[in-house]
Each structure stands twice: as C-alpha cells, then as structure tokens.
C-alpha cells in the first residue's frame, strides 16, 4: 500500500459511518484503513468489525488522540501516512490530490490539505496552521469564505493540522511520530515543528478537500481542552523554539491574556464563550493547572529537547524566519472569524 489512513477513535460511532464511505467513494486505490478505537464504549468496535476494509487496533483504554495514532504505526505499510479525524468527510478526489502533491514535492515531509467546515462549507476550517509568539496555533484562515482567499496550491505552509495531514514516512522515521505524552491537542505543533527543525518542508494540496465538524470530541471551549492546550502548547516551545523566543515566553503569555481579557469583556470571539460557558471557574483553573503541569514537566523536556536537536538542519536565524513569515496574531488567534 502506498498509503496508510490513520483514524483515531473514541466513541465516534455518529461519525464513523460517513467518514468511512467517504473513504470508499475515493478515486486513489492504493490505500488500507487503520482505525485505533481508544476504548470506546458506543458500540463502534462491534460496527468496526462488520467493516471488512478496516484494519481494527482496539485499545482498551482511551490513550488519547498522539498515542491512537502512534499504536498503528507497527500495522501501518504505507510510505504516506495520513492522519484523518473520525468527525470528517472527504471528497472523492480528495486521496488523489493530496497523494500528487506530495509526490511532486520530495523534499516535503508534510503536507496539508483545505479543510473546510462540515456545518458551513464556504469557510474555511484549517489551510495549514499558523502560530503565535508564544507557540499557540490555529488553522490558517479559519472562518475565512475560502472564495475570498488567494492561496496558490502546493504553497508552502508552516505545518499541516493532524486533523488530515500526510505524513512521509521517511520522515517519521527520521524523527519519530507523535508525542504520546500530550494525549491530545498541538501534537501537530510539536511535530510539525520537529519536522521543519529537520529540514523537512510543508506544502498545501489546496484542491484536496474535506469537511470537518470541529471540536466534536472536546468541545470548542471545555475545560479540558483548556488544558491540555494550555500545557501542550508550553511543551511544543520547550522542545522545539529558539532560546531568543523562550526567553520571552513569559512576556509574550502575558500579552496572549491580555488580549484575551479585553475580548471577554467585549464578549468577542473566545472571550464569547467563555462569557456563555456555565463553567467559567473551571476554565480558569483549567488554565492554571495547564502552566503548573508545563512547569513540572520541565526536566523531562530539557531531554526531549536535547534528542529534538540532534536532527536540526535549520539555524536560529532560519527558523525565526520561518515562524514570522506563518505568523498569527493574539488577535487573530482568538477573536471572532472573518465575515
């Protein structure tokens, strides 16, 4: 097989149906279906297994969105690895396109595709991703009419969401899959930014399509998610960014909750549903706990960090660069879509 398709579930059985038929209407063949079911209780590993296409690894726990996708690795014999979000639905085409690009781009060790909104699909829900100063990320152009939008495809991008990612195999091999230890959110983060501190580089399939319906699983603005991107996102710049960009760290934090303060009193973008959230106190702490355990893991990140750079090809100079030519705003990052 020349590719493998990575989904990740936990209690998705709403979702699977659509998103494997998609799968089957696809005009590229020479693709096998993994599916990691992470302990669900809903009834999918009995629908799994009535899917003679799927290769099932049932965990009997939830491990979370990093290690699912890891746990197929051994199972997994494509030299493209795909990453595809259960709660997604893809074009026909979408497989073809995606897999031309990065066969025209061997230098690419990722690429991305246009990921739209399921509920509203002339906005545009993820087109790579961009990043803050202080390492928060979010699709690029997300909410954006993509008829609006000029965006050349096979562009470069910094890297693509795992919500649909290819991954090259080479690559993965080079510097590892996931981290496991971030259970989920902004492990495309820390290895979209392994990949380009390696030299790999990112692309755009722009005309491989699929619709997503996002933030099924956690919730757009729960307290989990809270935490674990408040965590996650501390992790990936401790392992990955430039000193000169650690350093200020605390500075640049600082700026992001002061944007975010402004717009919760202004009930704009997040600072909307954090006004409309009936667990305003458990967002907080969420948050707090979030830097705390970042704080506490910081010994065992000096040596992630140490095995990260081993495999860097890029200077310091190169990758400052190469984060402010896909950099995103507080601004941007948290308030409401464009109209």
């Known amino acids: 097989m020349r590719v493998s398709v990575i989904i990740v579930n936990w209690n998705g059985l709403g979702h699977l149906p659509e998103c494997l038929e998609s799968l089957q209407e696809q005009t590229f063949h020479d693709f096998e279906v993994?599916?990691?079911?992470?302990?669900s209780s809903d009834g999918s590993v009995a629908y799994l297994k009535q899917r003679p296409e799927v290769r099932l690894v049932p965990l009997q726990e939830n491990a979370g969105f990093a290690a699912g996708n890891n746990a197929a690795l051994p199972y997994a014999q494509g030299e493209y690895l795909v990453t595809l979000n259960n709660d997604t639905k893809a074009e026909p085409d979408w497989l073809e396109k995606l897999v031309a690009v990065a066969d025209a781009h061997p230098e690419a060790g990722m690429v991305g595709c246009r990921i739209l909104s399921y509920q509203d699909p002339e906005r545009v829900d993820s087109m790579g991703m961009a990043i803050c100063r202080d390492g928060m990320s979010r699709g690029n152009f997300r909410g954006r009419r993509f008829a609006d939008l000029k965006v050349e495809d096979e562009a470069e991008i910094l890297f693509p969401s795992a919500c649909v990612a290819l991954y090259r195999r080479s690559m993965v091999d080079?510097?590892?899959?996931?981290?496991?230890?971030f259970f989920a959110y902004c492990e495309d983060s820390d290895l979209g930014l392994r990949g380009r501190l390696a030299g790999w580089r990112a692309v755009l399939a722009r005309d491989a399509i699929v619709y997503h319906k996002y933030s099924m699983t956690a919730g757009s603005l729960s307290p989990l998610?809270?935490?674990l991107v408040e965590r996650n996102h501390y992790w990936a710049v401790l392992k990955n960014l430039p000193w000169p960009l650690?350093?200020?760290l605390p500075f640049h934090t600082a700026q992001r909750y002061l944007t975010q303060a402004r717009l919760v009193l202004g009930a704009k973008g997040t600072g909307g549903e954090f006004m409309s959230s009936g667990s305003k106190k458990e967002c907080i702490l969420a948050l707090l706990r979030g830097m705390r355990d970042a704080l506490l893991a910081l010994p065992a990140l000096a040596r992630k960090r140490a095995q990260v750079m081993q495999h860097k090809k890029?200077?310091?100079r190169e990758i400052l660069q190469l984060l402010k030519r896909h950099r995103l705003t507080f601004h941007e990052l948290l308030d409401v879509p464009q109209p």
Not at 34 to 39: A, E, M, P
Not at 174 to 181: H, K, S, T, Y
């Open 34 to 39: 993994i599916v990691v079911d992470n302990g």
């Open 314 to 316: 890029l200077s310091t």
């Open 225 to 227: 998610k809270l935490y």
């Open 246 to 248: 650690i350093l200020l």
């Open 174 to 181: 080079q510097i590892g899959f996931f981290d496991g230890d």
